[in-house]
């Protein structure tokens, strides 16, 4: 399977509860809004569009987005009971997030991430139940997620990242010939380290780091960033 732009990027996202089944991607416009730390300039880091981008590869179509800050928003009450099936990779560790999540949700529990944080949300009642109620298996994305899931009682795995599941993305763009060796959000004294022979031999800096107007505010902005570096990945050599 090969993913393109006009499969998800290009496609408007409809939010309506008129179609038999529906599919949604986790979407992050709260996150990017409530995180905004420069007053002159609007940034995200686009590392969760590209977590939704591989879960999206799974799905047979996309109709609906779920902001991940607001699992239990009023827009998923139309929605009947586990309608709208969503993979929950990610990253949960804001104690304002939500959670257990709307019942309307239909959770794929996999590639997860808990902060020790919000361990005491995860690990109340209401969260338990949601989750045994879910799935039989909950896949965690690092191994103090998976120690802490079944130190509550819950059948869990080490799922590792759902990037790793990315199909290679259709690049139609010639491939950069000075571009064979990507280094993503290397820091100046790490990049200094490598030998001269490597920075000289079609290396690039890359980064998930969005800086902009307030355009950077808007989902699909950023899924199409996202999806323009893994392009970029696609046709490197090493990254």
């Known amino acids: 399977m090969i993913l393109n732009k006009a499969s998800f ?3 408007d996202i409809v939010q309506t509860s008129e179609v038999k089944r529906h599919y949604a991607v986790l979407w992050y416009d709260i996150r990017v809004r409530n995180n905004q730390p420069f ?26 987005h779920v902001e991940r800050d607001n699992l239990t928003s009023a827009s998923l009450d139309s929605f009947p009971e586990k309608g709208v099936k969503t993979f929950m990779n990610g990253w949960y560790g804001s104690k304002n997030m ?13 590639a997860m991430h808990i902060e ?28 103090s ?18 990037t790793l599941t ?20 290397i820091s100046d004294i790490a990049y200094a380290q490598l030998p001269e022979q490597v920075k000289k031999n079609a290396a690039c800096r890359v980064s998930h780091r969005l800086e902009g107007d307030e355009d950077v505010l808007r989902g699909k902005v ?18």
């Not at 005491?120 to 209401?126: L, M, P, Q, T, V």
């Not at 298996?137 to 191994?143: E, I, S």
């Not at 199909?167 to 491939?175: A, G, L, Q, T």
């Not at 950023?222 to 990254?239: E, H, I, P, T």
Request: glycine fraction near 4%; proline fraction near 6%.
């Open 9 to 11: 990027i290009s496609a």
């Open 39 to 64: 007053p002159s300039k609007t940034v995200a880091n686009v590392g969760d569009e590209i977590q939704s981008l591989a879960s999206a590869s799974w799905l047979p179509y996309v109709d609906v």
């Open 98 to 110: 939500p959670w257990p999540p709307s019942k309307s949700i239909d959770p794929i529990s996999l």
């Open 116 to 143: 020790p944080s919000v361990f005491h949300i995860f690990a109340s009642s209401a969260s338990i139940e949601n989750f045994k109620a879910g799935e039989t298996l909950v896949g965690a994305r690092d191994t």
């Open 145 to 162: 997620t998976e120690s802490f899931l079944s130190s509550n009682g819950l059948r869990t795995f080490f799922s590792g990242c759902m």
């Open 166 to 185: 990315t199909y290679r993305i259709e690049n139609s763009e010639s491939r950069d010939p000075d571009c064979d060796y990507l280094f993503v959000d």
């Open 222 to 239: 950023r899924f199409l960033k996202a999806f323009q570096m893994l392009q970029s990945y696609s046709s490197a050599k090493v990254v």
